[in-house]
């Protein structure tokens, strides 16, 4: 299974522009449960791209019937860059990885990806927002370095405030200083 | 332990407001510690005003009291054991005195028809015998609380000179579950009213400087994105909503402009834009981190965190742009900086050895020094008079608020049982 469970509704807005209109009041998100929430309540998911045409080494006929993002076999299946403490360098064993996103994304142009950067949660919200930013961009421009077009990416940060693991450990911070790969069809 | 150490703890009980309308959810009131204090404090008696039938509760003079306790410029002297003047005429002084009280309040609520109340109350000079302030006021029910913290504000000012911020409010984040609910409170963290409700992240509330909107950064579009929002009718539109995330957002003092963090061109930068959204110019170039802007009060300068020299220190920028100048020099982690009213002082986060403490900078001497014993302090805010600065920081494993004064010796803690409260920012 995925590691990371998306409701269908994800809206993207690629190109948000400064303003909208007065809204009304007091709002209940309108957007519906995060990422650790159940099954998604439209068909979406599984209604994505089909997975035909894809440019990657790995693929064989069997899965073209599916989606290979899907098929945990394909380095697609793989979502998250981790960093080191203090680094937004993507590390070498990421390069598989994200070449085969970049591939993917070259060969279907109308796919949106958005680079979700994360921070452990220490220190200051804001500060920790643009840390995550850092790692979102830093993987943003190792696909754009491939080939990417930019109108397909937005990296945007979670800093820290949806964390993979919530413990206060070592251990969970490494696990929360990442970026993470999610298509808009997601 | 000498006696300007004196410990006094105050703690609310539990009450449920019976004036807060039923749009409110049910909540427990937040409890109040005052720990430590001024080595000065004057000492008053908040005599118990003589109580009319129905009045709400907590009493009148418990809020008064628990006001002036929690600034740490007061030493609260029992009332108990002594006959409880009304009137000025009814004081026997010497008494009072011998009770070592140097000021006392004195007063009544009297219930009108139509259920309202008059409530008079007098400030005494103990040791001159005199009155200092005499106030009468005719309130609704729902008045009872906002006229308890104006005879504090009333109290505050007249005995130290400087005008009280009990009047004020407050805004903070709670997080009950996966629920997030931005709210605003009384200073003293009562009266809590839920004006966002989302389930997902809420972050960076800032009241602009006429109390009448909120700024705050919302995810429930699976991104952050800044939202200026109506406090009176609720109605709110995007500031700003660029590709990528946009965050931080800080009133300028004239309430017109703001400045946020968008990261539309790469990096996370600094950019002023108008509080409709339009007129957006960028401020800070490069591709470092600079986030978390702050106006000054003469809205000339914007003081930020930016990790440009290789590690967070705050920085100083002209608000019509220019060369930064670095402001923080000692630690390796300065972030989230904040400016008293009168410009004097900076206080921000500081890392040392682990420990994030709420730390003051004298501008004009450039010293620093700890006001905080917590080790998980974030986001200070000064108070509208610049006399406390309010805190977010982890006690027991939950978030909680606190005010600290600058001296550091009188912290207060303002938290709601079962809940996570974080985020907090001091408004008008």
């Known amino acids: 299974m995925n590691k990371i469970v998306w409701p269908a509704l994800l809206a993207l807005t690629l190109s948000a522009c400064g303003t909208t209109g007065s809204t009304p009041a007091t709002v209940e998100s309108r957007t519906g449960d995060g990422a650790t929430s159940g099954p998604a309540t439209s068909g979406t998911e599984t209604t994505g791209v089909a997975g035909t045409g894809v440019a990657g080494s790995a693929m064989d006929g069997s899965q073209a019937a599916g989606d290979p993002r899907k098929d945990p076999a394909s380095p697609l299946s793989k979502r998250s860059v981790h960093f080191d403490f203090d680094s937004f360098v993507v590390k070498d064993e990421y390069r598989p990885m994200l070449e085969a996103h970049a591939g993917y994304l070259m060969s279907k142009r109308d796919a949106r990806v958005i680079l979700q950067g994360n921070a452990d949660e220490r220190g200051s919200r804001e500060y920790n927002l643009a840390l995550g930013q850092k790692r979102a961009e830093a993987v943003r421009k190792a696909l754009a370095v491939l080939g990417v077009s930019e109108a397909q990416m937005e990296a945007i940060s979670f800093g820290e405030e949806k964390p993979r693991n919530e413990a206060d450990t070592e251990e969970a911070y490494a696990e929360n200083r990442r970026a993470d790969v999610v298509y808009g069809d997601e | ?302 003081y930020f965190t930016s990790d440009r020299g290789g590690s967070p220190q705050i920085y100083r920028v002209a608000a019509s742009g220019g060369e930064p100048r670095r402001v923080s020099f000692s630690g390796s982690y300065n972030v989230s900086p904040t400016i008293s009213p009168d410009g004097r002082y900076l206080a921000y986060i500081s890392r040392e050895d682990g420990r994030f403490s709420v ?45 600290v004064s600058l001296d550091g010796k009188t912290r207060a803690r303002l938290s709601e049982s079962g809940v996570d409260a974080r985020e907090p920012a001091w408004g008008p």
């Open chain 2, 1 to 302: 332990m000498p006696d300007s150490f004196l410990r006094t703890v105050l703690l609310f009980p539990l009450f449920l407001l019976s004036v807060l309308g039923a749009s409110f959810a049910a909540h427990a009131e937040m409890e109040i510690q005052v720990i430590g204090g001024a080595a000065n404090k004057i000492a008053i008696a908040v005599v118990p005003f003589q109580a009319a039938p129905g009045q709400p509760t907590p009493a009148l003079t418990q809020i008064v009291a628990d006001d002036l306790g929690r600034s740490g410029q007061f030493a609260m002297v029992a009332s108990g054991g002594a006959p409880q003047p009304v009137e000025p005429a009814q004081v026997d002084y010497a008494v009072w005195r011998g009770k070592g009280a140097e000021a006392m309040v004195i007063g009544q609520v009297v219930a009108l028809p139509g259920g309202r109340f008059e409530i008079r109350f007098r400030l005494l000079d103990v040791v001159k015998r005199t009155q200092i302030a005499g106030f009468s006021y005719t309130i609704a029910r729902g008045q009872w609380r906002a006229t308890a913290h104006q005879i504090a504000d009333i109290v505050y000012e007249k005995l130290t000179g400087v005008k009280g911020a009990f009047s004020s409010r407050i805004a903070y984040v709670q997080k009950q579950g996966r629920r997030f609910e931005l709210r605003v409170a009384d200073a003293d963290g009562q009266n809590p009213r839920t004006v966002v409700r989302s389930l997902e992240p809420l972050i960076s509330p800032m009241f602009s400087p006429d109390g009448a909107r909120i700024v705050y950064v919302s995810f429930e579009d699976k991104k952050p994105i800044v939202y200026v929002q109506s406090l009176s009718d609720g109605g709110r539109r995007k500031v700003a909503a660029f590709k990528g995330s946009n965050s931080a957002p800080a009133w300028a003092p004239d309430g017109k402009r703001m400045a946020v963090v968008l990261t539309r061109d790469g990096a996370s930068q600094i950019y002023l834009i108008n509080a409709d959204g339009s007129g957006l110019k960028r401020l800070t170039q490069g591709g470092n981190i600079d986030t978390e802007p702050v106006f000054s009060p003469d809205g000339q300068a914007i």
């Open chain 2, 359 to 403: 730390v003051l900078h004298e501008m004009a001497s450039g010293q620093v020094r700890v006001l905080t014993d917590t080790a998980r302090d974030e986001s200070p805010s000064f108070a509208p008079n610049g006399q406390a600065v309010l805190y977010a920081t982890v006690q027991g494993g939950r978030g909680i608020l606190g005010t």
